[in-house]
């Protein structure tokens, strides 16, 4: 085996491990502020968002992750995805709108 692609796999098992952790976090504002909630993985309904029913403003996203938000319950209405952080949702025209969120690992990704 290359050291190259030993290294890749060790990094994966390690990185699989700490990003077990923590996943997703939102907010209530933009630029990270207000309040926040941490989500593992898994599908939020408006009951479980914390941070209140159509208040989300940004969002973080750890390495190897994926976040869906939905306009609607049930994962109905307009839907935007990110795997990366996004600071400001007014830009992307998805502030306070959203009532269910969907958090689960990136396919993409090369440690997923």
């Not at 009951?47 to 994926?66: A, H, M, P």
Request: hydrophobic share 35%; glycine share 8%; charged share 15%.
């Amino acid at each position: 085996m290359k050291a190259g692609k030993l290294f890749v796999i060790i990094f994966c098992v390690l990185f699989s491990q700490i990003s077990v952790m923590a996943q997703v976090t939102i907010y209530e504002h933009i630029s990270y502020q207000g309040k926040s909630q941490l989500l593992q993985e898994g599908t939020y309904t408006m009951n479980q968002i914390q941070i209140g029913n159509d208040q989300l403003s940004s969002v973080k996203v750890d390495g190897c992750w994926k976040v869906t938000l939905y306009e609607h319950i049930a994962g109905q209405g307009r839907q935007l995805s990110f795997t990366a952080n996004s600071t400001d949702l007014v830009k992307l025209n998805f502030n306070d709108i959203t009532s269910t969120i969907k958090v689960e690992k990136n396919p993409d990704c090369r440690c997923g």
